[in-house]
T-cell receptor
Framework: GAVVSQHPSRVICKSGTSVKIECRSLDFQATTMFWYRQFPKQSLMLMATSNEGSKATYEQGVEKDKFLINHASLTLSTLTVTSAHPEDSSFYIC??????????????FGPGTRLTVL | KQEVTQIPAALSVPEGENLVLNCSFTDSAIYNLQWFRQDPGKGLTSLLLIQSSQREQTSGRLNASLDKSSGRSTLYIAASQPGDSATYLCAVDGSGYSTLTFGKGTMLLVSP
């Protein structure tokens, strides 16, 4: 089956620093990758959608200058949380799809990254 | 704006029981609905996908139904097992572009 990995699985950082999270599709090429954030006992909230080689599309209310997304290859997308603050502490999950954003293609989810900002 | 609600928020049952999880959505113009399983601190595992033209899907002990006109879906789990303990998430794609809107989930605990 399609496997998506995330690294790191957990990260603790100091307030004001930047953190990079990687999302990789291990056995398929992911034209589209999605980044979600999940607070305790809350829904997964879509942050942004990225297509390989183009700029990410951010959901309303998500600061694109704070959450930098790079989808430079068909197997790797990165999310960088810049100048992290305690309120950015959350569970970040990526998903990858082998198709484009036009029309449904199944998403395969990564295991998530727990970010704690002190 | 699409909103997805899942009831109950938590459910505890003894092993062997059949159970039903409910999902409702406010905008019936959806392309598909998916049920996922999430174990604590982990990512999501897709369980069942129902296209808007379908009424139900089955996989093993799981059966999901969809009533698009009323904005409802149910996930039926037969003969529950302790290994079924997890949070079950319902998500709808209202755009046709794989943009999913999730519910908050139902936390299921099956005791031996």
């Amino acid at each position: 089956g399609a496997v998506v990995s995330q690294h790191p699985s957990r990260v603790i950082c100091k307030s004001g620093t930047s953190v990079k999270i990687e999302c990789r599709s291990l056995d398929f090429q992911a034209t589209t990758m999605f980044w979600y954030r999940q607070f305790p006992k809350q829904s997964l909230m879509l942050m942004a959608t990225s297509n390989e080689g183009s700029k990410a599309t951010y959901e309303q209310g998500v600061e694109k200058d704070k959450f930098l997304i790079n989808h430079a290859s068909l197997t790797l997308s990165t999310l960088t949380v810049t100048s992290a603050h305690p309120e950015d502490s959350s569970f970040y999950i990526c998903s990858a799809s082998p198709g484009t954003s036009g029309g449904y293609n199944e998403q395969f989810f990564g295991p998530g990254t727990r970010l704690t900002v002190l | 704006k699409q909103e997805v609600t899942q009831i109950p928020a938590a459910l505890s049952v003894p092993e062997g029981e059949n159970l039903v999880l409910n999902c409702s959505f406010t905008d019936s113009a959806i392309y598909n609905l998916q049920w996922f399983r999430q174990d604590p601190g982990k990512g999501l595992t897709s369980l069942l996908l129902i296209q808007s033209s379908q009424r139900e899907q089955t996989s093993g002990r799981l059966n999901a139904s969809l009533d698009k006109s009323s904005g409802r879906s149910t996930l039926y789990i037969a003969a529950s097992q302790p290994g079924d303990s997890a949070t079950y998430l319902c998500a709808v794609d209202g755009s046709g572009y794989s943009t999913l809107t999730f519910g908050k989930g139902t936390m299921l605990l099956v005791s031996p």
